[in-house]
């Protein structure tokens, strides 16, 4: 089948590298149009403006979490009974899915719009980018639902073995963000809630595009009505594998949240660098991600078909891969880090705070691949152990450590970058003691 790849046989770096390719791609374009955001409002609104976007970026991850978890949930089960070859299964999960990812999309845009202000204030955000704040995360929020349904259709695509038609229609909205951006900011001048608004529509517009593909082009989503009815066995199984990753996000974001209240307290500038640094090496970063979404459906396939060595062999790739790049980004921060700033700002003390900064974490990556490699391969087994301690990790790590550092006369502020470094360095030891436990390899369809 044209849309459907089995990655139980063949080389596995080969279709770990012909799997990531297209995931890459598509994240370095997503965050493109959200570091465009940031650009056109860093540059053409002003520095109060990107700590406005960049107060809302923890707690909109936050509300996003929930979807990433589901959907990896959604996806790991469907790739097990797909690598397993039971095809029925698989379309039953697929229309399932939908009944969770309505319920709690509707659930969040409704907490999302009524309570934003509330929580921007229970967070410390700074006075004069509170209004900015609320309005940008009221607009996000009210853009959820297209987020829920691109991420779940994507991670089932994924999990069954297609990685190009998501691309495909994120390139689409990604162009259609940029173009919207530009008129809301530039030519309408309605400045942060512009860029929210141009945001949501252009997610809305992934999803329904994406959705409209997919059935007409992939065999399982040509669903039968009667494949529409609740099915508790299947509910079952994508909320036991969803809710702990959904959880495990949710942590990570509260951690965020946390660390936001701990940067607030720094002032504006302070938040501006902050925001445009974590944009930056989010961009840099995705590689990381792509090669914990391919290992996650590499994985579930795999252990699925009962080929654990296929696993072990493509995760020691993937390790390799992940220590040739976070040294060359030990070199590119230390090299561009100013250069970077300057994309979001031109106020000077906020770019040398930035550069040095990202030259600071950059230290730091190696742990923060290898706590995607090991979480990918982890998550993909369904392991619901290290989903809850990864979690517990990321908020002890991230709040204990920027709390105390920051404290500390000698470093200050910068023991919110330091925070991060730590964290990363906490999961990946966790991740890596689970992995060489093995408990994971004995997970099946």
Same mark, same amino acid.
């Given at each position: 089948m044209k849309f459907v790849q089995d990655m139980t046989a063949g080389s596995p770096s080969k279709l770990l590298v012909s799997f990531s390719l297209p995931i890459l791609a598509g994240s370095l374009i997503q965050q493109l149009y959200t570091m465009t955001d940031s650009i056109i409002v860093g540059r053409f609104v002003g520095a109060d403006a990107l700590a406005a976007i960049g107060a809302c970026g923890?707690?909109?991850?936050?509300?996003?979490?929930?979807?990433?978890g589901l959907s990896a949930g959604i996806g790991i089960i469907i790739a097990r009974y797909f690598g397993a070859g039971k095809d029925e299964q698989v379309q039953k999960g697929i229309a399932n899915s939908v009944f969770l990812l309505l319920g709690a999309a509707i659930l969040l845009t409704v907490t999302g719009i009524c309570f934003a202000r509330h929580?921007?204030?229970?967070?410390?955000?700074?006075?004069?980018?509170?209004?900015?704040?609320?309005?940008?995360?009221q607009i996000t929020s009210a853009g959820i639902l297209?987020?829920?349904?691109?991420?779940?259709?994507?991670?089932?695509?994924?999990a069954l073995g297609d990685s190009k038609t998501p691309l495909i229609f994120l390139v689409i909205a990604s162009l259609l963000n940029v173009g919207l951006d530009l008129l809301f900011v530039l030519v309408f001048h309605?400045?942060? @809630?512009?860029?929210?608004? @141009?945001?949501?529509?252009? *997610?809305?517009?992934? @999803?329904?595009?994406?959705?409209?593909?997919?059935?007409?082009?992939n065999p399982f989503f040509r669903l039968k009505k009667e494949q529409f009815r609740p099915d508790k066995i299947l509910l079952g199984q994508m909320t036991h594998i969803g809710l702990p990753l959904a959880l495990q996000d949710a942590l990570i974001a509260i951690s965020c949240v946390a660390l936001q209240t701990v940067i607030n307290s720094f002032g504006t500038a302070i938040v501006a660098a902050f925001t445009a640094t974590n944009r930056i090496e989010?961009?840099?970063? *995705?590689?990381?991600?792509?090669?914990?979404?391919?290992?996650?459906?590499?994985?579930? *396939?795999?252990l699925g078909a009962g080929k654990v060595s296929r696993v072990r062999e493509g995760t020691r790739f993937?390790?390799?891969?992940?220590? @040739?790049?976070?040294?060359?980004?030990?070199?590119?921060?230390?090299l561009f880090g100013s250069a970077f700033m300057t994309l979001f700002v031109d106020d000077t003390s906020v770019i040398q705070t930035g550069a040095f900064a990202l030259a600071l974490t950059s230290w730091f990556f190696i742990a923060w691949g290898l706590l995607y490699i090991f979480r990918g391969v982890l998550n993909g087994a369904g392991n619901a152990a290290f989903a809850y301690i990864s979690g517990i990790l990321e908020v002890v790590g991230r709040v204990g450590s920027a709390v105390l550092l920051t404290?500390?006369?000698?470093?200050?502020q910068w023991g919110i970058w330091l925070s991060e470094g730590i964290t990363w360095i906490l999961v990946a030891c966790a991740g890596i003691i689970c992995y060489l436990h093995g408990t994971w390899a004995r997970q099946t369809a």
């Open positions: 923890s707690l909109t991850y936050l509300f996003f979490s929930l979807f990433f929580i921007l204030l229970y967070l410390g955000t700074p006075s004069d980018i509170l209004k900015d704040a609320v309005a940008y995360f297209g987020v829920a349904f691109y991420n779940g259709i994507s991670s089932i695509l994924r309605l400045g942060v @809630a512009g860029t929210a608004l @141009a945001t949501s529509l252009a *997610q809305f517009v992934s @999803a329904c595009t994406c959705l409209i593909f997919a059935l007409h082009t989010t961009m840099l970063g *995705q590689i990381y991600l792509t090669m914990n979404t391919a290992l996650s459906s590499y994985t579930a *396939q795999n993937c390790v390799w891969i992940t220590a @040739a790049f976070s040294l060359c980004m030990v070199v590119l921060m230390h404290s500390l006369p000698l470093i200050g």
